[in-house]
């Protein structure tokens, strides 16, 4: 079980079943969670097949709008692309997380239970369920509108496309919604007294094209036949959000298919956020809800507020240097001796260079990073000795061979550098310090130069 981060991703199980999903991820995330869902009653879970779960019931929480704000890598993005979440997976999903967190059969759960931090799991376990859980409500009908009709029973209504009409009904009047695609639709201004003015008011009323559960909002509100879609409401539209730290995403209604952007991309978009009725007949009113991104300044400002006092607790217990966390240090040594130097140094890589990620800001993940790149600059003898803790000296890892050492110095150069980027967790501790990050900085520069130097692996020391 190669773990070396704190998420549903961050493992070597999890990176194997992402590759097994690239081609196919709705039967193949299908098949992961029934293995979990449908077992016997007390049968055990391996730590891999519980990986595998935690992975892809994350992946159907993400593909339900229900992600958590963390960053996912390259081969995160690519399954999700591809993945047509059904009802069937979420249903699956749901009775698959309680299995993980069992301790008494879950061996992932076991693993967590004796590890440094092992309230971690069971927390992440507890939000995803209560994500699902959301998306689950989101898609289910009220009582009224799920209660049978009396009589005899009515043909299931054909699934909303583009063109159909649905009338809010309201006490101030009729509102006019046309479904644009899938999760999207145009709302017009006005609220109008008949349905023919409503209908009417299509062909020429100011509108605007929203994110909506189309689905759910065809039940709640009233059909009214389909209409052509004018040409400006036809065509791309994208929307941006809002995600880790400071970064934006861009991407059309239905949330798939995106990429990142700057700020002065995003900021010129519509945010992404789903339309309920009510929004929606509120904008008919007049009243539209108020929805905007906020700056990056805004948003740094709003994330020191919120963690200025665990912050400076942090500050007076560790130091900036890549080994000024001696816990953590001993929980990164504790990951290489179990599952190996080659390991660590590949999963490194890959986090370095994008192929596999965590959510920023994160000074745990920070710190391991940091940490192993401070490990590589020993290994080539350009970092002194001394910084290393003396109650660690034991347990100081040899220096690989090629060509190990070389992606591991690769990897060190990737990793140094994101330790003072803008998201990263580390730079806004140290830059509420008395200094506002001065010694952070010198250290990482410094770390930077000795890493930079082309000393071959024969005669690292």
Request: with cysteine.
């Given at each position: 079980?190669?773990?070396w981060?704190?998420?549903?991703?961050?493992?070597d199980a999890a990176a194997?079943f992402?590759?097994?999903?690239?081609a196919?991820?709705?039967?193949?995330i299908?098949?992961?969670?029934q293995?979990?869902?449908?077992?016997k009653?007390?049968?055990?879970?391996d730590?891999?097949?519980?990986?595998?779960?935690?992975?892809a019931?994350?992946l159907?929480?993400?593909?339900?709008?229900?992600?958590?704000?963390a960053?996912c890598?390259?081969?995160?993005?690519?399954?999700l692309?591809?993945?047509?979440?059904?009802d069937?997976h979420?249903?699956?999903?749901?009775?698959a997380?309680?299995?993980?967190?069992?301790?008494?059969?879950?061996?992932?759960a076991?693993?967590w239970?004796?590890?440094?931090?092992?309230?971690?799991?069971q927390?992440?376990?507890?939000?995803?369920?209560q994500?699902?859980?959301?998306?689950?409500?989101?898609?289910?009908?009220?009582?009224a509108?799920?209660?049978p009709?009396?009589g005899?029973?009515?043909?299931?209504?054909a699934?909303?496309?583009a063109?159909?009409v649905?009338?809010?009904?309201?006490?101030a009047?009729?509102a006019?919604v046309q479904?644009?695609g899938?999760?999207?639709?145009?709302?017009?201004q006005?609220?109008?007294p008949?349905?023919?003015a409503?209908?009417?008011a299509?062909?020429?009323?100011?509108?605007r094209?929203v994110?909506?559960?189309?689905a759910r909002?065809a039940r709640v509100?009233?059909p009214?036949?389909?209409?052509?879609?004018?040409?400006?409401?036809r065509?791309?539209?994208r929307?941006?959000?809002e995600?880790e730290?400071?970064?934006?995403?861009?991407?059309?209604?239905s949330?798939r298919g995106?990429?990142?952007?700057?700020?002065?991309?995003?900021?010129?978009?519509?945010?992404?956020?789903?339309?309920?009725?009510?929004?929606?007949r509120?904008?008919?009113?007049?009243?539209?809800?108020?929805?905007?991104l906020?700056a990056?300044?805004?948003?740094?400002?709003d994330?020191?507020?919120?963690?200025?006092?665990r912050?400076?607790?942090r500050?007076?217990t560790?130091?900036?240097?890549p080994?000024?966390?001696p816990?953590?240090l001993a929980?990164?040594?504790?990951?290489i001796?179990t599952?190996?130097?080659d390991?660590?140094?590949?999963?490194?890589?890959d986090?370095?260079t994008?192929?596999?990620?965590?959510?920023?800001?994160?000074?745990?993940?920070?710190?391991?990073?940091?940490?192993?790149?401070?490990l590589?600059?020993?290994?080539?003898g350009?970092?002194?000795?001394?910084?290393?803790?003396?109650?660690?000296?034991a347990?100081?890892?040899?220096?690989?061979?090629?060509?190990?050492?070389g992606?591991a110095?690769?990897?060190?150069?990737?990793?140094?550098?994101?330790?003072?980027a803008?998201?990263?967790?580390?730079?806004?501790?140290?830059q509420?310090g008395?200094?506002?990050?001065?010694?952070?900085?010198s250290?990482?520069?410094?770390?930077?130069?000795?890493?930079?130097l082309?000393?071959p692996?024969g005669?690292?020391?």
């Amino acid at each position: 079980m190669g773990t070396w981060g704190g998420g549903p991703f961050d493992n070597d199980a999890a990176a194997d079943f992402l590759a097994d999903a690239q081609a196919a991820p709705g039967p193949v995330i299908r098949e992961q969670l029934q293995r979990l869902a449908r077992a016997k009653a007390g049968a055990y879970v391996d730590a891999d097949d519980g990986q595998m779960g935690w992975a892809a019931a994350e992946l159907v929480a993400l593909a339900l709008g229900q992600g958590a704000g963390a960053a996912c890598g390259d081969a995160v993005a690519e399954v999700l692309a591809r993945f047509r979440c059904k009802d069937t997976h979420l249903q699956l999903a749901l009775a698959a997380v309680p299995r993980l967190a069992d301790a008494a059969t879950s061996e992932l759960a076991q693993l967590w239970a004796e590890s440094a931090n092992p309230a971690q799991l069971q927390d992440a376990l507890a939000a995803l369920g209560q994500r699902l859980c959301n998306a689950k409500v989101a898609a289910t009908p009220s009582a009224a509108a799920s209660a049978p009709p009396a009589g005899p029973r009515a043909t299931p209504a054909a699934r909303p496309k583009a063109g159909d009409v649905v009338v809010l009904e309201g006490s101030a009047g009729l509102a006019v919604v046309q479904v644009v695609g899938a999760s999207e639709v145009a709302v017009f201004q006005g609220v109008y007294p008949t349905l023919a003015a409503a209908l009417a008011a299509i062909a020429e009323a100011p509108a605007r094209r929203v994110p909506s559960d189309v689905a759910r909002l065809a039940r709640v509100g009233r059909p009214a036949g389909s209409q052509p879609l004018r040409q400006d409401l036809r065509g791309a539209k994208r929307y941006a959000l809002e995600c880790e730290l400071l970064d934006y995403y861009v991407c059309p209604a239905s949330g798939r298919g995106g990429e990142m952007a700057p700020y002065q991309v995003a900021q010129t978009l519509d945010v992404h956020v789903f339309w309920d009725a009510a929004s929606l007949r509120a904008f008919a009113e007049g009243s539209p809800p108020a929805h905007r991104l906020r700056a990056p300044q805004e948003r740094e400002a709003d994330h020191r507020r919120l963690h200025a006092a665990r912050w400076a607790q942090r500050r007076a217990t560790t130091d900036p240097g890549p080994f000024g966390d001696p816990d953590l240090l001993a929980a990164l040594l504790d990951w290489i001796e179990t599952y190996g130097l080659d390991n660590a140094i590949l999963r490194m890589h890959d986090t370095a260079t994008g192929r596999q990620g965590y959510g920023r800001p994160n000074e745990w993940e920070e710190r391991r990073c940091y940490a192993f790149a401070g490990l590589v600059a020993l290994w080539l003898g350009s970092w002194p000795a001394s910084t290393w803790p003396p109650a660690l000296a034991a347990r100081l890892p040899n220096p690989p061979g090629e060509p190990l050492f070389g992606r591991a110095l690769e990897a060190a150069r990737g990793l140094a550098d994101q330790v003072i980027a803008p998201s990263a967790e580390l730079r806004l501790i140290w830059q509420d310090g008395d200094d506002g990050g001065r010694q952070l900085r010198s250290t990482v520069a410094a770390l930077q130069a000795c890493l930079a130097l082309q000393e071959p692996a024969g005669k690292v020391r």
